[in-house]
C-alpha cells in the first residue's frame, strides 16, 4: 500500500517517524523499536520512501550528515538484519 499523507508533509511526517524511533530505542521497547525499522525497511522495498529521503530524515532528526554510501552501510549493517529479525518473529508467531 502505497503511503498517502493527507494531514501533514513528508517532512513532517519524516521527523514524526524518526522521533518515535528514538523514544521506543530510549525507552527500551524493542518490540516497537523493531517494528518500526521492519516499517520503514518495507517503504523503502516498496519504493514508497526512497533511500534518500530515509537518510535525509534521519540525518535531520539526528544531526548526522551521513553520505549515501555511509547511509547504504548503516542500512546494510543496522537496519536489514533489525528488519529480517522481527521478520523472522513475525513468521514464527512469536510476536
Known sequence: ???TLSHQ??????ARF???VLAAYLSGDKR????LIWWLIERINA???TDAQAR????????????AGQWTTFKTSRLIP???RFAAMQAEADL
Not at 32 to 35: A, G, M, V
Not at 56 to 61: E, S, W
Request: hydrophobic share 45%; net charge negative.
Open 82 to 84: 533489525i528488519h529480517d
Open 32 to 35: 516497537e523499536f523493531h517494528r
Open 1 to 3: 500500500m502505497a503511503l
Open 9 to 14: 508533509t513528508a517532512t513532517e511526517f519524516a
Open 47 to 49: 519504493g514508497d520512501i
Open 18 to 20: 524518526w522521533q518515535r
Open 56 to 67: 535525509v530524515t534521519f540525518n535531520d532528526a539526528y544531526g548526522r550528515a551521513l553520505t
